[in-house]
């Protein structure tokens, strides 16, 4: 049978009308909607139930309680741990992103020794090798002295001969002034902001990541309800807390010696307000508030993005706080008790000479610890080495750097103490909610093989745990909170005690009783200087969390670059009167210099920029140029730094 | 909205009150709500006028020498009620305000990328996904299981945390009620300072009725958000009516 | 007449095709990891769906039980067969999961509550499911693949009419048990 072109084109129409009866056409259409809907390539959460499980914030040293979401396949949400003594059922806006932290591209999965990849095993031993050699001239840097592992710290440094040091926080900053003048020893005062009804900050960020963020922010919520505390704030820029205050002086750059002098009555009014650039009448108007509203209560400390207010000016704010009567008072600073069974404290990197040390140690686990890393190199001696106990990769790293693989965010076991400012010792502990790497060793773990290393004998995390638990329950004091039932209960028991903390409750100390200090402010020296005035000031702020050599959480680009909440990173943002003046238009690439550094970044004009200021966004990536152009390595800098910009 | 729908329950209004002047804008609740949601990390190309942000916080600068300086206003979808201005654009049907909830539900399965509802969100409330949802290496494992990632060419914006909401649907369920009561979405968990509450404007015993004095956002428009505000800052409400601050002449071309 | 001859070819060959031949290219067989024996199990065990396929007191629905609830019984084999040697040497003891391949798994953005169609309107789990609960085998598992998901969710035959209860999955499904009952869960009640 000859086959003609009419056959084959029967053969066509019949095969079409019978592909139209048959499913095919109609099923493909179904089937193609849905794939289009469910993409392959689109990333689809893992299928599980969900629990809760109470853990412990450490990206900073406060030890928030968190309540973490749990699915099968791991953490997946945080929230807060309601009535948490030191979270109080609120935490910094980054931890909500941190159980991120573990899967970071920049996550460090080995061993690092002179730029090579080793075992970490030989990398322990190398350290071990180098902390013999360096004997005195060894330090290992606690970023959050107090906990367990800080004992095994203390152990290690002293059977070697070696010291532990710790980085002075914006916290740190006032009170360790007033220690020294008080003859007291660190740690051992607090600030009773609760029961303030004035707080003066002098350049502080007290509404901006200070302290414990849950604390603040009670007080911020009580103080829309009741009125109290008032907070007055006074600085060179607009930080937040300037904005946020319910009053805001803005002073000359380097003006604040002036403005305390003044409201402690050594220097007058006429004379402070021209070098401040304040009203007089404001002025005085501030010191007769310090005194009638009482209890007051002054607090300085610099920006946590820059550096500290010369050291000269924080005595003179412990003696104004001296002067108003703040010291020893309810509202004011308060003594607290040591925390039980804790090791010495360690004494500041900032006060360890320059150049002086061969080897430090650091333990760079806590994202919210501002740890400037010119500081950190300053104190090393020409080819010391700087060991890093990391869970990332740092931004930078040294040809002598050894770099250990860490743990970050809820893995592993970790302690922690309350915040630095905290007017009572609060101590809290988890075995971790994630499994830890098998590249990476916890503080502990690291801590104990180092010790082995060097043949240093300490006990076990475990048995130094259990220890100042039953130191704890021995002293009788305070109580425990429990966040699974949200009771409290007395300390009184170890065994009940141990399992409450192994829920994720928190053990709270019984504050003193006020009562009057002294402290020596007789040689405080009062003069204050007539600073220069620059035409362009330099100033950084951003959020906790983001400033140490850990690389930000991946949402907080969430909080600067998509929504412009808080300044963005490589932009110097400036009134578009201000690059008018400087002959800049938006995005042009310029070149900040201050006397202490420098760094690049794009022009972004912005009307609610103060004019004669450039907003440098320190957060993530590029962060340690903008703290060192800040002079954040340099005790006393200052809030704010001259400028200079350029186009680049 | 179907004539036919039966309501087997009170129908609920949910919606907000927020406290601007305990909001210190730290931005907590704009990471919760991306992590609840699986809103991805902003990619390097994403900034503030192409990522996505179910929820935004917004710097208000006082123009007035009165009160605060500065001001923070968290914005998201506002769930209007009165002729929701991207339910009546929407040519795929793909957005509806539920009539149990109160909810403006968005369903990007439906949605074409038209982005008509974007122009029309008088809040600038709505996100479009310009690229598929990625996340580095491993961190995958840190999606809610609640919530689907949506694809690239969909909008998306707040529906009140939907999954909390089955969850608490879920649990009634099991005591014999579909009401699925008062929940916590991510942004009202994780504020610290308490500013916004979450409620039921149909109960006249919840703490929404019982919030005081609250005005909304563009009020003139008459789309009768569900989001409100409160303030005792007199330019905060005056902005509220403009809808934002006058730029003064010198910085309108700036 | 050729032509006709040739039009009816190509009519009956596609249509061969389109019905017998389309859906064995469409869908591709998947074993499951184990023969699991629902009838012995409600049967001899004296076991209830919700034995296993709990509903939670949050509201929470198990879904498929994880190896440590069968373990609560099979810490040792309970009878002779391949299947209960390989559940306990392989699974249990290593507690390892079974990959079980899911017959009513819906898409990510669909959401499904078990206890509002349990606990709430008290709808049997037959009326969903079928006969499932009392197979003897696990019967064979087919994934489209060109959506990725289950043969069940379409229904066993390729035209969709006479669809018994446990055939057929489709949100087409869920809308019109929703409308014979008069009950709305709006587009975000049941999507995500």
Redesign the interface.
Known sequence: MAIGRRELLGLAGGAAVGGALSPVPWKLLDDSAIWTQNWSWTPTPVRGPVTEKFGLCTLCAAGCGVKARCGSAGVFGVAPAAEHATGGGALCPVVYGAHQLPYHPRRLRTAIVNGHAVETKEAIAEVARRLEAAGAKAAILDERPGRIVSALYDRIARAKGGTVVTLAQVEDRSLRTMEDLAGMGPGTLGYDFEHAALILSVGAPLLDSWGSTGRMSRLWSRRVETGKPVFVHAGSHWSRTAQLADRALILRPGSEAALVAALAGKLAIEPAAEITGLSPASLSDLALRLREQAPALVVGGGEAASSGLPEATERMIAALNVAIGALGRAGGIVMRRPLTGAPQPPQYLDRVPDHSLDLLVHEASSAGIVAPEALLRRKLAAKGTLVRLSAFLPEAFGPNDVLIPSTTFLEGAEDARGARDAAVETWSYSDGLSSVPASALPPAEFAAQLAEALQVKVESYEELRKARAAAIVAAKRGHVYRHAGGERAEATDLEKFEAAMAEGAVWVDEPVEPGPLRAKIDAVDWSAGRPEQPSLIAVASSPRGSLSVLPAVPLASKLDRETRLYAVPGEVRMNPRTARELNLRPGDSVLVSTPFGETRGRVRCDAAAIPGQLELGACGDGSQLVLEAMGAAEPGAGPTQAAQIRRS | MSATQKTSRTPRRYGMVIDLDRCTGCGACVIACAAENNVAPGAARENDRNSISLLRVFTLNNPTAAGRRTAFLPMMCMQCEHETPCVTVCPQQAVELDVLSGIVEQMPQRCLGCRYCMTACPYHARSFNWGDPSWPAGMEATLNPAVAPRMRGVVEKCDFCQSRLHAAQDAAAVNGSLDPGIYTPACVEACPTQAITFGDWNDPEGALAKSGETFAWLEGLGTQPKVRYRSGQNWLHEMAERGGAAPAKEERHG | M??????????????A???WG??QL?YQREPQPLQYNHKIHIEKGSMECSSCHE?????????IPRTASCGACHAEPLGKTEAEKILVTSYVAPERELDWKVYSRQ???V?F?H??HV??AAMKCEECHGGRGSATAAEPFYR?R????SRNV?GPR??RVGLKPGEGMKMSDCESCHEQK????????C??
């Open positions: 050729r032509v006709l001859i040739a039009f009816l070819l190509g009519l009956a060959g596609s249509l095709f389109g019905w389309f859906p469409l509903v939670a007191a949050d509201g929470q629905f198990a879904g898409p990510m953005n959401r509550s206890a509002v606990n709430k489209n060109v959506t990725g998901e379409w390729m035209i008069g009950v709305s869960a709006g587009c975000l009640g999507h995500r």
